[in-house]
């Protein structure tokens, strides 16, 4: 199974609502990533978790709070977000490359449109 | 800045022809990977060349990279419609410590 899995698929939420993006994959990569993409924009990194840890954390406002459930499971919880919010979030795993220190191809899921009232 | 800057900004072809997007990038890189996002969806990894590699193929992809210009090239030979879409290269930078993507290519194919 090479495929990572993204829910839901669109999600429109109020700046008062509090909800949350899943992710899982099945390939054993202990590297999950959630960025942030407006559009016709590059992919922006929000946070790295790699062996269940967090190890990077791009400054990103705490209204976005991420977790890592187990080595298949990536959640971001949202809440207060602002319209400005709106995007596609997308998440992605890949199978570190620990010794070179090196970043390996990252496999992505189909992303949440997010927009945001 | 991004680490990746990518030019054109937009191609367009006919169906059968080739096409070439170039990324520059300002660091020393561990490697240079280059990624297909079809309209408002996921991307997908096309290829990821070590910067110890000059050229690497794939199937009709060809890509190669010069460390010492700093620089990278993406062809795509006999293009399809099926591979309109934007294209990104992303740099895992030898003293960094994330993938950074590039501005992206959007290749439109005409049949």
């Known amino acids: 199974d090479t495929e990572v899995t993204q829910t839901p698929k669109h999600l429109v939420m109020g700046m008062t609502n509090k909800k949350s993006l899943k992710c899982e994959q099945h390939?054993?990569?202990?590297?999950m990533y959630w960025y942030k993409q407006k559009a016709k924009k590059p992919p922006e990194l929000m946070f790295v978790y790699s062996y269940e840890k967090l190890s990077i954390n791009e400054s990103v406002p705490s209204r976005f709070s991420p977790e890592c459930p187990n080595s298949s499971l990536l959640n971001l919880h949202l809440h207060a977000l602002q319209p400005e919010d709106s995007a596609l979030y997308l998440c992605?795993?890949?199978?570190?490359?620990?010794?070179?220190?090196?970043?390996?191809?990252?496999?992505f899921g189909p992303g949440t449109r997010l927009t945001v009232l | 800045s991004q680490q990746g800057e990518e030019d054109p900004q937009a191609l367009s072809i006919q169906e059968g022809e080739n096409a070439t997007m170039n990324c520059s990038y300002k660091t020393s890189i561990n490697n240079l990977q280059w990624y297909r996002q079809n309209s408002g969806r996921g991307l997908v990894h096309l290829i990821l060349i070590r910067s110890n590699e000059r050229e690497k193929h794939s199937g009709r992809l060809r890509v190669t990279l010069d460390t010492s210009k700093k620089s990278s090239s993406l062809l795509i030979t006999a293009s399809r419609a099926a591979d309109t879409a934007s294209y990104f290269c992303a740099t895992d930078a030898r003293y960094g410590n994330k993938l950074v993507f590039g501005a992206g290519t959007i290749l439109r194919v005409k049949s």
């Open positions: 992605a795993s890949s199978q570190q490359d620990l010794l070179a220190g090196a970043y390996n191809e990252q496999f």
């Open positions: 390939m054993g990569h202990r590297a």
